[in-house]
């Protein structure tokens, strides 16, 4: 097995010269979902030819928030905020509103009865057990009496309505593919997905992966990275994502089966820690009520979706891209900030429930059901 501490300058101005011309040809797509409607290799948008599900406004209902969070008993503190001293309500109160159509309401017995002896895992991060959990009480509140076995292990969870057989479970990994513990210390590996044996047999994915690729220092989970036979101390972050997401794409070619598993990624959840991205330079999350109101977020799309777009292009099987980056980025207000239970300090990265994964998993079940 080979060993480099760098990049090779090289290959350093290939990537360069990649990602500038991957961000030309994919950026405009942001701001113009509408008029891509179709398949896109594997990709399918929630996207019509009437409406697009991405593409509309936050706006204030009284009917909002869908479930009291001191009656979900599925809540971790880290999303908990009301429990942790949120005063304010507002936030709760925004539903999001296509520009040329309506989703439908969220109805968990409707889906309890639709996903009768079905198995859904979410595959992913915290964000995914954001997400995993905003499901979980979505489902609860229409059924806050049905009888459910909720178990807990290291990186595995899983939540069963024992009435329907419906079975929620979470798959906690960071970057999706491999991270291994080998002689030479944790190795992440960019081209082996050996865990997705554990992903096999279910009948709805949804996977997520973003936000662990940027972290450095004392809150790096790997000591190197492996691509191929060659080890790296480290290269360029926006490649290595690429690298892993490409690997992703390729075992979903490989092992899915789209007449027996149905197939959703979750796009990159945004943060808000620099208000230079929506025009308030000296701020963040914290202290915010409101979302950004504006025809255009300012901060433009992260650079990991125009990476995604890319990715998905080499997707020959089915893959629902459930594209909430730009509507979050809006909800710059829907953070835990000081409110967390477990993550000290200013957190601007999660999202509190209930919230805006509420509204991520409307827009699952709209396309789990269309």
């Given at each position: 097995?080979?060993?480099?501490?760098?990049?090779?300058?090289?290959?350093?101005?290939?990537?360069?010269?990649?990602?500038?011309?991957?961000?030309?040809?994919?950026?405009?797509?942001?701001?113009?979902?509408?008029?891509?409607?179709?398949?896109?290799?594997?990709?399918?948008?929630?996207?019509?030819?009437?409406?697009?599900?991405?593409?509309?406004?936050?706006?204030?209902?009284?009917?909002?928030?869908?479930?009291?969070?001191?009656?979900?008993?599925?809540?971790?503190?880290?999303?908990?905020?009301?429990?942790?001293?949120?005063?304010?309500?507002?936030?709760?109160?925004?539903?999001?509103?296509?520009?040329?159509?309506?989703?439908?309401?969220?109805?968990?017995?409707?889906?309890?009865?639709?996903?009768?002896?079905?198995?859904?895992?979410?595959?992913?991060?915290?964000?995914?057990?954001?997400?995993?959990?905003?499901?979980?009480?979505?489902?609860?509140?229409?059924?806050?009496?049905?009888?459910?076995?909720?178990?807990?292990?290291?990186?595995?969870?899983?939540?069963?309505?024992?009435?329907?057989?419906?079975?929620?479970?979470?798959?906690?990994?960071?970057?999706?593919?491999?991270?291994?513990?080998?002689?030479?210390?944790?190795?992440?590996?960019?081209?082996?997905?050996?865990?997705?044996?554990?992903?096999?047999?279910?009948?709805?994915?949804?996977f997520n992966s973003w936000h662990w690729w940027t972290h450095i220092d004392h809150i790096q989970p790997w000591d190197y990275m492996e691509d191929g036979n060659r080890l790296y101390k480290d290269m360029n972050r926006l490649v290595a994502y690429y690298k892993g997401m490409t690997t992703w794409a390729r075992w979903v070619n490989a092992f899915v089966n789209p007449s027996k598993t149905k197939v959703f990624f979750n796009g990159v959840s945004p943060v808000h820690y620099d208000g230079r991205d929506w025009g308030e330079p000296m701020k963040s999350c914290k202290s915010q009520t409101q979302p950004f109101y504006g025809r255009k977020y300012p901060g433009g799309p992260p650079v990991a979706w125009v990476?995604?777009?890319?990715?998905?292009?080499?997707?020959?099987?089915?893959?629902?891209?459930?594209?909430?980056?730009?509507?979050?980025?809006?909800?710059?207000?829907?953070?835990?900030?000081?409110?967390?239970?477990?993550?000290?300090?200013?957190?601007?990265?999660?999202?509190?429930?209930?919230?805006?994964?509420?509204?991520?998993?409307?827009?699952?079940?709209?396309?789990?059901?269309?």
């Amino acid at each position: 097995m080979g060993f480099s501490s760098q990049e090779n300058p090289s290959s350093s101005l290939y990537y360069f010269f990649f990602f500038f011309l991957l961000c030309l040809t994919t950026v405009s797509a942001y701001t113009n979902t509408s008029s891509n409607n179709g398949d896109e290799g594997g990709r399918r948008e929630l996207a019509s030819w009437r409406c697009n599900w991405f593409r509309g406004s936050w706006v204030y209902d009284v009917k909002y928030p869908l479930y009291d969070p001191y009656k979900c008993p599925f809540i971790d503190p880290q999303f908990n905020c009301k429990k942790y001293g949120r005063p304010d309500n507002l936030y709760l109160k925004y539903r999001w509103q296509p520009s040329s159509c309506s989703l439908p309401r969220f109805n968990g017995l409707y889906f309890l009865r639709k996903m009768r002896g079905k198995k859904i895992m979410f595959v992913g991060d915290s964000l995914s057990t954001n997400m995993w959990q905003s499901l979980a009480c979505l489902i609860h509140s229409w059924v806050p009496n049905a009888r459910y076995t909720l178990l807990r292990q290291k990186g595995l969870a899983s939540l069963t309505f024992e009435d329907y057989g419906v079975t929620l479970k979470l798959y906690r990994t960071q970057f999706l593919v491999d991270l291994d513990a080998e002689n030479v210390g944790r190795v992440l590996k960019l081209d082996s997905i050996k865990q997705g044996k554990m992903w096999r047999g279910m009948d709805v994915l949804i996977f997520n992966s973003w936000h662990w690729w940027t972290h450095i220092d004392h809150i790096q989970p790997w000591d190197y990275m492996e691509d191929g036979n060659r080890l790296y101390k480290d290269m360029n972050r926006l490649v290595a994502y690429y690298k892993g997401m490409t690997t992703w794409a390729r075992w979903v070619n490989a092992f899915v089966n789209p007449s027996k598993t149905k197939v959703f990624f979750n796009g990159v959840s945004p943060v808000h820690y620099d208000g230079r991205d929506w025009g308030e330079p000296m701020k963040s999350c914290k202290s915010q009520t409101q979302p950004f109101y504006g025809r255009k977020y300012p901060g433009g799309p992260p650079v990991a979706w125009v990476i995604l777009n890319k990715v998905f292009r080499r997707l020959k099987k089915p893959v629902y891209w459930l594209d909430i980056t730009g509507l979050s980025q809006l909800r710059k207000d829907a953070h835990p900030s000081a409110y967390s239970g477990n993550h000290p300090g200013n957190d601007c990265s999660h999202w509190c429930l209930p919230g805006l994964p509420d509204t991520w998993n409307v827009l699952f079940y709209s396309a789990l059901f269309s």
